[in-house]
């Protein structure tokens, strides 16, 4: 399986893009301060949007073309329709659940098998969700340390989107609702993107 093993403060920067948006909140790079190049070319702009969803989610270029596929042949405009695609993933809900700190983490997670989806364990980090499924932590991994400092007093409080519901200290979640253009937590032109396809 690809994975995106690019140095987390270094691409953010590149990209223009908060490390927060990651579930990063400490990182930072002081590394090549000085901006050679003001003026980006259209291309640039376009190419730089769909690196930067790219790098969020940690999708390699042959699945986020699969997923702009898709989007295009949905109702609806194509840029929101593969945004939303792609925010249904479950190592992205397990993330908007609080079950991991990055969605890195979630990935990893969810390819260790700790998640279920209605009863059902799944593995697979690109699978999409749908309303009314039920996000679990398995039973066998609920001892783990890692799952264990979720519940509690002491537990991180989440900001959960408005599509998905998390009932206090459980590990157990639900997807309300389809997600929209505004459950998108950072800045992108996803017009670009399509612009950049459509060539």
């Given at each position: 399986m690809a994975r995106n093993m690019q140095p987390i403060a270094k691409r953010c920067k590149a990209l223009n893009l908060s490390?927060?948006?990651?579930g990063y909140a400490k990182k930072n790079t002081n590394r090549n301060q000085t901006n050679m190049r003001k003026k980006k070319s259209e291309y640039a702009m376009q190419l730089t949007e769909k690196q930067k969803v790219k790098?969020?989610?940690?999708?390699?270029?042959?699945?986020?073309?699969?997923?702009?596929?898709?989007?295009?042949?949905?109702?609806g405009k194509t840029g929101e329709n593969l945004l939303t695609l792609i925010e249904r993933r479950l190592d992205n809900v397990v993330y908007r659940l609080g079950?991991?700190?990055?969605?890195?983490?979630?990935?990893?997670?969810?390819?260790?098998g700790h998640f279920t989806?209605?009863?059902?364990?799944?593995?697979?980090?690109?699978?999409?969700?749908?309303?009314?499924?039920?996000?679990?932590?398995?039973?066998?991994?609920?001892?783990?340390?890692?799952?264990?400092?979720?519940?509690?007093?002491?537990?991180?409080?989440?900001?959960l989107p408005k599509?998905?519901?998390?009932?206090?200290?459980?590990?157990?979640?639900?997807?309300?609702?389809?997600p929209t253009r505004d459950?998108?937590?950072?800045?992108?032109?996803?017009?670009?993107?399509?612009?950049l396809y459509s060539k």
């Open positions: 490390p927060a948006a990651m790098f969020v989610y940690g999708i390699m270029e042959k699945q986020f073309h699969m997923y702009y596929e898709k989007a295009s042949r949905m109702q079950f991991a700190q990055t969605r890195r983490e979630a990935r990893q997670l969810t390819t260790h989806v209605n009863g059902q364990r799944v593995d697979i980090p690109s699978y999409l969700v749908k309303p009314g499924d039920v996000i679990e932590v398995r039973e066998k991994s609920r001892s783990s340390v890692k799952f264990k400092r979720l519940l509690g007093e002491d537990a991180p409080v989440v900001n599509w998905l519901d998390r009932a206090k200290n459980t590990l157990q979640g639900t997807v309300v609702a389809m459950d998108i937590d950072f800045p992108v032109e996803e017009h670009l993107i399509v612009e």
